[in-house]
């Protein structure tokens, strides 16, 4: 589904009485809504990139000082960087650094050699540091979450994003949920009607846990890497 045409169907349900403006607001606090709520697996992208000899940070955005492009819609890591050799090997992690002191050390940090340290920026939420400063050329990749963003611009050309599309009726639901509370109030049958339908959607989709039915996540456990074998 393409999100001008979710824009439209939620202004034919309202018969126009919502404005234009607070459809596309709507749609962007319940996407990120729906998106945020789990470590879902497929939010989960992946990213690659070089080390430049004397270059600590690296902007991933499109956007901003010398941007990279490598990840315009990042979020957060959800691995180390993993350094691989040129054969493809595995030769080592860079773990993320997340206290405040070893933020700052890093910041402070002017010597050079092979990185053992990342971290976010501060201030600037696409843009990764390394510390110490790298000394060559060093062969990264990680794995990321994504966020959730909707461009206005090219809405009526691009798919709703992030959730996959056999689930882009979650979003219709909670649009649908959202559209009768403000027009008609929570205690109304058809805003009960829509919630709970609403409810059953997000449960459809917390049930889509792995991208095979040999594995599935199991969040019981409180961590988005563990995984147990179905039993489905």
């Given at each position: 589904m393409k999100v001008q045409e979710?824009?439209?169907?939620?202004?034919n349900i309202t018969e126009d009485s919502v404005k234009k403006l607070k459809i596309e607001s709507w749609i962007s606090v319940e996407l990120g809504r729906i998106v945020n709520r789990k470590p879902y697996w497929w939010r989960k992208a992946a990213l690659s990139f070089d080390s430049v000899a004397a270059i600590p940070t690296y902007n991933l955005s499109d956007i901003g000082?010398?941007?990279?492009?490598?990840?315009?819609?990042?979020?957060?890591?959800?691995?180390?960087?993993?350094?691989?050799?040129?054969?493809?090997?595995?030769?080592?992690?860079?773990?993320f650094a997340s206290s405040?002191?070893?933020?700052?050390?890093?910041?402070?940090d002017t010597t050079v050699g092979p990185p053992t340290l990342m971290t976010i920026e501060p201030g600037i939420v696409k843009t990764l540091r390394l510390s110490p400063i790298p000394d060559g050329v060093h062969h990264y990749s990680a794995m990321y979450y994504r966020e959730a963003v909707i461009d206005w611009n090219t809405a009526n050309q691009d798919e709703i994003p992030i959730i996959p599309s056999a689930f882009h009726y979650v979003l219709y639901q909670a649009m649908e949920r959202r559209a009768f509370f403000?027009?008609?109030?929570?205690?109304?049958p058809r805003a009960t009607i829509a919630a709970q339908a609403?409810?059953?959607?997000?449960a459809d989709l917390?049930?889509?846990r792995a991208g095979s039915t040999l594995v599935v996540q199991?969040?019981?456990?409180?961590?988005?890497?563990?995984?147990?074998?179905?039993t489905s």
């Open positions: 979710l824009a439209d169907a939620i202004r000082t010398t941007p990279l492009n490598l990840a315009p819609d990042f979020l957060q890591f959800s691995t180390p960087l993993i350094e691989f050799d040129s054969s493809n090997a595995k030769i080592g992690e860079v773990p405040a002191t070893q933020v700052l050390q890093m910041v402070r403000y027009l008609y109030g929570q205690k109304d609403e409810a059953q959607c997000l917390d049930s889509y199991d969040w019981r456990s409180g961590s988005a890497c563990d995984f147990v074998q179905s």
